[in-house]
């Protein structure tokens, strides 16, 4: 089900919320820009969904409002915690902020299916949990951590600064499931598709990212090194 171009209101996401009950056929379900999470009933209804809709394997939710859920949130985080089908979730430019990211990095933990993670934009600052999600899960390939230049306060004080991007470096480079192939950040994007890589920054943690993705991947061919 596709919501991206015809957005949902308040009492559309309610329905919805109660369609995706129990429901075994919608196996995609995106909702980017939808404003969920404006309502702590969006917490209760994703996560329920997690837990009875056995057929959902991608959940695209960016551009929408999770960080406004505050400890609303951990319903939803709950039922990620219990699910075991899913294997794309987007929660990319949600306002997350560090508690956020914490919750639904700590969730999915025991997501065992997931395969492809986009969760950019959320201001995530240094919390040790999304590097030990990356660290430790056992089926994630592809992650998304991509941070835009910080414009406000919030952003400047939680931004993911060089110490957080090598941390995530050398979490990658100390996983013992060697799962995660793909990184897109701020630097560097390596996808499937991405054969050649052109290499421009001297930042010492720009390169233990690289490296700690490199250590897994295997359709990179060519990595051209300029001043960097």
Known sequence: WDFNTHTLTQVG???????MEFNDKVATLLLDGNDVGARADDSVGLGRAMVTAPALRKLSLSNNKLGDLKNEMRKFARGLS?????????????????DGVKIICVALKSCISLKVLD????????????AELFRVHQSL?????I?????TRMERTFHLDARGKEAIGRALLA??????RFVQCDVFSLT?????????????????????V???NNVLTALHVGSG
């Open 13 to 19: 996401l309610t329905a919805l919320w109660l369609i």
């Open 82 to 98: 219990s699910n075991t089908t899913l294997t794309h979730l987007d929660v990319a430019n949600n306002g997350l902020g560090p």
């Open 119 to 130: 969760i950019s934009y959320n201001t995530p600052g240094r919390d040790a949990a999304l």
């Open 141 to 145: 390939e592809s992650v998304g951590v």
């Open 147 to 151: 941070e835009k230049e910080p414009q």
């Open 175 to 180: 996983s013992k499931t060697h799962q995660i």
């Open 192 to 212: 499937s598709k991405v054969t050649t890589l052109n290499w421009k920054t001297s930042s010492q943690s720009d390169a233990v990212m690289l490296a700690g």
């Open 214 to 216: 490199l250590r897994s």
